[in-house]
């Protein structure tokens, strides 16, 4: 058959030969989950930065605690969610493989809202004690356990496999939104009454639990390729454990946040240091998050490439410098830009880190390595916490903070001459052909 010319003076529309990938956001399913996930994260993150608050000024103002008192209260409240984290992780997994996911989140996001209601009603009656702060907190660590796996392993169920990268960098877009404007939120809302934060974070995991209703169900894998969480573990850390490149990768990130971890002490700061209130609390929680999204960014435009290793080291060096600096500091606004900076520098490392071990793992052990990481990161989260209210109580907040920031140099610098496979690594590719070449 003939092909009809175009009119003169037409030019002729030719297909792409490369169509576009459409945006995540072109699904109806994942604009429910993206909506879920910011919703949730503001909500938690405007609970957790008011919760620490509420602690240290309770043990301050109704125990009669000292500064270094009501620290050590802040890092026990790190401990009491760590543990939660600790034994329930195994379980986690298991549930999110074995059970309809939408239902796990949204029952993990029910925990949260009924712990939220309960804290409003203690705030507007004036009943907190540190035993029931301590057991809520307690209870969110378990919310938060089984919200992560299950949230995680929607996603690839409900875009096309070409449209999962940009899912996933969308979802970490809501993430880190979310963690700038729900602290910052919190502490405002807090300031002008302080049982309205609870109302907010509660009508906010509402939402979250009815639009991820909405996903169409995400049925979990067929029973044969299940296997017992704990052996998967197991198998994990074994792998982990043998292989020194990843080992060194994994405690590195651990080793140095457990050492120089300061946001359980930003109360401390905000309070009696800074003198800037629950307000200032909310900016000096979320600045971290400010400088995370703005690497975050950057990244996504122009990705590095050449000697990742030593750019990780020199990131984790820099996150420990600039806790020292803030340790130091004593005018509110030089804190801000020196969290935002540590913000950046922990973003770069993760960043590197997270990428290094993905293509550094074979296929089949993907995601019992990424369990043994995603556990350390928890460990190393409220451990530090439990480490910086330890501290302080000994030795006061100040020298808490800016020693925790010279021993992550130090743990940086032993980590390079331990482990010299980190400087090596000159781009993302796997160590084995990197040595090759």
Known sequence: MATIPPPEGVEPVLPDATPKTPSPLSFPDYRYYWLARFTAVMATMAMVVVIGYQLYDTARTDYGMSIREASFQLGLLGLVQFIPLAILTPVAGWVADRFERRKVAIFANMIDLAIAVLLGWYTWTDGLTLPLLFALAALHG????????????????????????????????????ASVVGPAAGGLIYAAHPA??????????????????????????????????????ADGLQFTWRERFLLGTITLDLFAVIL????????VFARDILQTGSEGLGFLRA????????????????????????????AVAAFGAGTVAFGFSSNFFLSLGLLVLMGAADMFSVFVRGTLIQLNTPDHMRGRVSAVSGLAISASNELG?????????????????????????????????????????????????????
């Open 287 to 314: 600045a971290p998050a400010v400088g995370a999204a703005i690497v975050a960014l950057g990244l996504a435009v122009r990705p590095i490439e050449r000697n990742v290793g030593v750019k990780m080291l020199w």
């Open 385 to 437: 916490e439990m480490r910086a209210g330890s501290m302080a109580a000994a030795f006061g907040p100040i020298p808490a903070i800016v020693v925790g920031g010279v021993a992550a140099i130090g743990v940086t610098a032993l980590w390079a001459w331990i482990f010299p496979e980190l400087r090596r690594a000159r781009t993302f590719e796997p160590q084995f052909k990197q040595q090759t070449h």
């Open 142 to 177: 378990v919310a938060r356990v089984f919200v992560g796996p299950a949230m995680s392993a929607i996603a690839p169920n409900i875009v096309p496999p070409a449209v999962l990268p940009r899912a996933i960098a969308m979802s970490s877009i809501a993430w880190q939104s």
């Open 260 to 267: 120089s971890g300061a946001t359980a002490l930003l109360p």
């Open 196 to 233: 309205s934060v609870y109302v907010f974070s509660a009508i906010l995991l509402a939402i979250s639990a009815f639009t991820i209703s909405r996903v169409r169900p995400v049925l979990p894998p067929p029973s044969e390729v299940r296997r017992h969480p704990l052996r998967e573990m």
